[in-house]
């Protein structure tokens, strides 16, 4: 069972924008923020952002993530078919101690 | 190049065990912590167990807390996870995973079928 809530998919067309959300509470979004994982079918993840905005080098800039209170998004303009992947958020939960993870969201670019 | 390894995956039976080993390259195994992650067949991710960099403390998901054990040879940049009391529903791709801010570093992933 997921411990953070992200919708199971969404749908955008091309050079459109997607926000993807990431739900969870005081003691994982709220707290230290999270990070995004992108996975393209077959391959591991690959992390977008950590620390809700901070991007490691190579990522694109079509990408920003951001939050507020206990919910995180991850934004991506002008949308391209390499982006069609599932996205994960995942955070450290301080009331369990552990990591968890979104159930992800697949991401279609119509 | 930074570099997990896994291996060690494989056909178990239910109430069986196996060993997972990572082998990690280009930076210092011991200064950061390392995570098993699991996704099984057309799932999402789900978080196994993790170790600190000095081995000394360790974290398991609730459904393999008793089941499963984490450890690292520092000398060998190897992470282990030993895995008994096997479950169907521990089948999975199981990734090695480094650490450092967020999950930045992760293997080619080992399946592990329990059937």
């Known amino acids: 069972q997921a411990g953070l809530t992200q919708p199971p998919s969404v749908s955008k067309g091309l050079r459109q924008t997607a926000t993807l959300t990431c739900s969870g509470n005081?003691?994982?979004?709220?707290?230290?923020?999270v990070a995004w994982l992108q996975q393209h079918q077959g391959h591991p993840p690959k992390v977008l952002s950590y620390r809700n905005n901070n991007r490691p080098s190579g990522i694109s800039e079509r990408l920003s993530a951001s939050r507020s209170g206990n919910t995180a998004s991850l934004t991506i303009i002008g949308l391209q078919p390499e982006d069609e992947a599932d996205y994960y958020c995942?955070?450290?939960?301080?009331?369990?101690?552990?990591?968890?993870f979104g159930g992800g969201t697949k991401l279609t670019v119509l | 190049e930074v570099q997990l390894v896994e291996s060690g995956g494989g056909l178990a039976q239910p109430g069986g065990s196996l060993r997972l080993s990572c082998v990690a390259s280009?930076?210092?195994?011991?200064?950061?912590?390392l995570h098993w992650v699991r996704q099984a067949p057309g799932k999402g991710l789900e978080y196994v167990s993790g170790?600190?960099?000095?081995?000394?403390?360790?974290y398991y998901a609730k459904s393999v807390k008793g089941r499963f054990s984490i450890s690292k040879d520092n000398s060998k940049n190897t992470l282990f996870l030993q895995m008994g009391s096997l479950r169907v529903e521990d089948m999975a791709v199981y990734y090695c995973?480094?650490?450092?801010?967020?999950?930045?570093?992760w293997g080619q992933g080992t399946m592990v079928t329990v059937s």
């Open positions: 005081i003691y994982n979004v709220g707290d230290e923020g």
């Open positions: 170790v600190s960099p000095s081995g000394a403390a360790t």
């Open positions: 995942s955070a450290w939960d301080s009331s369990l101690g552990a990591w968890v």
């Open positions: 995973v480094r650490e450092a801010d967020a999950f930045d570093v």
């Open positions: 280009g930076f210092s195994f011991n200064n950061y912590p």
